[in-house]
């Protein structure tokens, strides 16, 4: 028995979608006046902090994108929509963040065998122009960013870039005061040794969606067990939850009812689902109401 409630969700990350868009403009701007600022003062930081300002960009199409396709509605093939794109995105995110890495680290280990000449009051002016960008695309993203992994890739991708353009402000001191020009690829490396972590926690809770395990901040047993105290319940198996998308969180279940109140089934459901989106928020829950037996015709994969 389906429960009988309107399911349509509006995803966390739609209802962010414009300053999404406002922090693509900030980064695709700051992106190009590193890359002119790089080539000018022969940076290997600056250029690093525009690859990842590019790959914040591309990370915040994917983003956008999977907010628009993940808005269109469901249909008898797709049931739940497109929602899990969003899902999709954050994982190609974690990806293009982890291949960037490599370059960045790449590039950095070959110039500190082979300094380069770097212009420090350059780095140091392009890089506190990324800095103050950053901050604005942090402020634009903080209130999302606990709502939905989508948004949260995006955030930590900023915050990223936030700190890395510090270092390339500390690289671009270093080198205008002492004209230590390993520097810039010793930042150019920590910035990259500083996006693995985040990349690989990003691609971690992804992949825990995409395999449909049980949302991190349930217990299952205690959900078992609330039910198990609902009048008229004497038994809860066959029990699943799982992400569609951030935020929308579904769950299924066999339920053994009295009889007696198999008659009432509509109160009954009711009162479960009631008891489910009150305690788990769990909005949308699909649950079998049965009488006591209906188990031992089921075989073992409704367990």
Request: proline fraction near 3%; aromatic fraction near 6%.
């Amino acid at each position: 028995m389906g429960h009988g409630h309107d399911h349509g969700h509006r995803t966390a990350a739609a209802a962010h979608r414009g300053r999404l868009a406002i922090v693509l403009g900030l980064t695709l701007a700051v992106m190009v006046v590193q890359i002119l600022g790089g080539l000018a003062s022969g940076s290997l930081a600056l250029l690093a902090d525009a690859g990842h300002m590019a790959a914040d960009s591309f990370g915040i199409v994917l983003a956008l994108f999977a907010v628009w396709i993940a808005g269109r509605p469901s249909c008898a093939k797709r049931t739940f929509g497109f929602q899990r794109a969003e899902i999709l995105a954050a994982a190609c995110n974690a990806l293009l963040l982890f291949g960037l890495c490599a370059y960045i680290a790449y590039e950095a280990v070959q110039r500190l065998f082979a300094p380069e000449p770097v212009v420090g009051p350059t780095v140091l002016a392009v890089a506190a122009v990324g800095l103050a960008v950053n901050i604005v695309g942090l402020f634009l993203l903080r209130e999302g960013h606990s709502h939905s992994l989508n948004l949260r890739g995006a955030y930590l991708e900023v915050l990223s870039d936030t700190l890395s353009s510090l270092g390339v402000i500390a690289a671009g001191a270093i080198v205008w005061l002492t004209g230590w020009e390993r520097a810039d690829s010793l930042v150019s490396l920590g910035i990259a040794v500083f996006i693995v972590p985040r990349a690989w926690s990003l691609l971690r809770e992804a992949t825990h969606i995409l395999l449909e395990a049980t949302p991190r901040d349930m217990d299952l047993d205690e959900v078992r067990d609330h039910l198990l105290r609902q009048p008229g319940v004497l038994g809860v198996h066959d029990l699943h939850a799982w992400t569609i998308t951030s935020g929308v969180p579904v769950m299924s279940a066999h339920v053994v009812v009295e009889d007696e109140r198999l008659g009432d089934s509509g109160r009954m459901l009711d009162e479960l689902h009631a008891c489910l989106s009150g305690h788990f928020d769990v909005e949308h829950s699909t649950l079998q109401l049965e009488p006591a037996g209906h188990a031992d015709h089921e075989g073992a994969r409704h367990r």
